[in-house]
């Protein structure tokens, strides 16, 4: 009685594919990034969803009570902001690029500029303080 011709057309799955496409770039670019300023142990974290949140706590070097401020609505957008400037800052990049990545579509270009640009950094981070050097007197 209720016959239809329609068949779709297949956007769903492009559209499934796009958001993969941008979960995998998001993903690779923040491994690069943890790769690049010391976290080589824990950068795979970063294709893992809310383990890639906890990545972006250590790599901002923030307390990880951090990671619950991402849970909660409108804060989580001004959490991420100041976690991807200190994030810019550790790739020794300018603070807006940090800023220009809770901004939609120019978020691509700047993850990709702090994964990819500048120098590698090659210190590992622990846990234990650096001695402070002298100054000398002249």
């Known amino acids: 009685m209720y016959e239809t ?3 779709g057309s297949g956007i769903g799955g492009v559209m499934w594919l796009i958001i993969l496409a941008a979960y995998l770039y998001f993903a690779y670019t923040q491994f690069k990034i943890a790769q690049k300023i010391g976290y080589r142990n824990s ?3 970063a294709f893992i969803p809310i383990l890639n949140i906890v990545l972006l706590v250590k790599m901002a070097n923030r307390p990880m009570y951090w990671f619950w401020f991402c849970l909660i609505p409108v804060v989580n957008v001004i959490v991420l902001a100041v976690m991807w ?3 810019a800052k550790a790739c020794n990049q300018s603070p807006v690029w940090g800023f220009l990545t809770i901004l939609p579509f120019i ?4 993850i990709g500029v ?3 640009s500048g120098s590698q950094q090659t210190k590992e981070f ?3 303080p650096t001695p402070r050097q002298p100054e000398k007197v002249s």
Do not use: G, M
């Open 85 to 87: 400037i200190d994030v």
């Open 5 to 7: 011709t329609y068949h």
């Open 107 to 110: 978020n691509f270009v700047s």
């Open 126 to 128: 622990s846990t234990e």
């Open 114 to 116: 702090l994964a990819f």
């Open 43 to 45: 950068a795979w974290w």
